[in-house]
């Protein structure tokens, strides 16, 4: 680290500590502090995403931001980590390319105050494919080592929807069967049809596995849902669910589970989802 940087990373320690602890960005590993004009950004070493790189031609990168209410493109409040490439850090820690879902009074197509992104795959819609449709990375993480993680996890999870028209949202039935303490609320088993539950294993750099491993959850990690689910679209127009199943779908709306009365793990101190990236298995043409 030069110098001169060091300094800079002295004189605003407190000021990382304190919008660390905010965010809850837990990560073992080295960060750096890089200052860009006004803006304090915090990168880890060994988590580079370089930005609208994405060398994988058969899977679909959600690379468009609809609606991302509360965002300042600041740090973590930065919308563009949504759709910049997926650099997760394994199940021992959460990737910090990430945006923090935010929220806003004034929302149109995420419900006012809710936490929430919606994202779409530019100009194409997301098919009905074999198997798993999309999958969405969060950064959730393993507590207490590997050993514990199919019981204890840091987790953030979030409710995912879609649609064709931004209108009329179609879901996958989310359920939580934990009680109230903390370690019901730790255990993933206890939280199903969400997203922001499985730990990343994906990060695009260093991706040893075919591409259609990414659509292997021991392989790649992250949450994968499927339109032929029979908990898809229960809660929307028959009709609708049924396009959607034969034609496909154009926006994905992810909202923090908190905003729809959903508890989260008292570790959470920013009480927010965070999202890595989201892929399509299929798309097409609009
Ligand atoms: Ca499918
Ligand atoms: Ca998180
Ligand atoms: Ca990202």
């Known amino acids: 680290m030069p110098l001169k940087i060091l300094y800079r990373t002295l004189l605003?320690?407190?000021?990382?500590?304190?919008f660390l602890c905010k965010e809850n960005k837990t990560n073992q590993?080295?960060?750096?502090?890089?200052l860009s004009g006004d803006s304090l950004s915090v990168e880890n070493s060994n988590q580079t995403c370089p930005k609208n790189v994405w060398n994988f031609s058969n899977v679909f990168?959600?690379?468009?931001?609809?609606?991302?209410?509360?965002?300042?493109?600041?740090g973590f409040k930065d919308p563009s980590k949504a759709i910049n490439g997926i650099c997760g850090a394994g199940k021992l820690s959460g990737s910090l390319d990430v945006y923090s879902l935010q929220s806003s009074p004034s929302s149109t197509h995420c419900i006012s105050n809710e936490k929430c992104i919606v994202l779409e795959w530019d100009n194409k819609k997301v098919k009905n494919a074999d198997g798993i449709d999309f999958v969405v990375f969060e950064n959730p993480f393993c507590l207490g080592g590997e050993a514990n993680?199919?019981?204890?996890?840091?987790m953030e999870p979030i409710i995912v929807e879609v649609s064709i028209d931004r209108t009329n949202w179609c879901g996958w039935n989310p359920e939580y069967l934990g009680g109230t303490n903390e370690s019901d609320k730790k255990n993933p088993n206890n939280w199903l049809r969400f997203a922001g539950v499985e730990p990343v294993l994906f990060h695009q750099e260093n991706w040893i596995y075919s591409e259609n491993d990414i659509f292997d959850k021991t392989k790649a990690g992250?949450?994968?849902?499927?339109?032929?689910?029979?908990n898809f679209g229960n809660d929307c127009n028959s009709s609708i669910k049924t396009q959607i199943q034969n034609d496909g779908f154009i926006f994905l709306r992810l909202t923090s589970a908190i905003s729809r009365g959903f508890s989260y793990p008292?570790?959470?101190?920013?009480?927010?989802?965070?999202?890595?990236?989201?892929v399509a298995k299929s798309v097409e043409n609009r």
């Not at 605003?12 to 500590?17: E, I, Q, Y």
């Not at 990168?61 to 600041?74: H, V």
């Not at 992250?222 to 029979?230: E, I």
């Open 12 to 18: 605003l320690g407190s000021v990382l500590l304190l």
């Open 149 to 154: 993680c199919e019981y204890s996890r840091f």
């Open 61 to 74: 990168l959600a690379n468009k931001i609809t609606e991302a209410p509360g965002a300042t493109g600041i």
């Open 222 to 230: 992250g949450d994968g849902f499927d339109l032929s689910d029979p």
């Open 266 to 278: 008292n570790d959470s101190f920013d009480q927010t989802a965070d999202i890595d990236g989201v």
């Open 29 to 34: 590993e080295i960060l750096l502090l890089t």
